[in-house]
């Protein structure tokens, strides 16, 4: 099971990583289209924050209860 979340996650950060790159510029992430609420920007920043704890638990040395 945690193998099949690791592919799962890895295969959907990739193609966050296609959507960004697809922007022409940075400036373009930040422009907000007509019809769109948030710019595309806004999602990354938020995917990024809510990774940022699930990182450090990995990397964080386990404790004992």
């Known amino acids: 099971m945690k193998e099949w979340i690791t592919n799962v996650i890895t295969r959907e950060l990739k193609a966050l990583r296609r959507e960004i790159e697809s922007y022409p510029s940075d400036a373009d992430l930040w422009e907000i ?27 964080a040395p386990a404790r004992n209860r």
Do not use: D, S, V
């Open 33 to 59: 289209p007509a019809g769109i609420a948030n710019p595309g920007g806004n999602l990354a920043l938020h995917l990024a924050g809510n990774l940022q704890p699930r990182r450090a638990a990995r990397r």
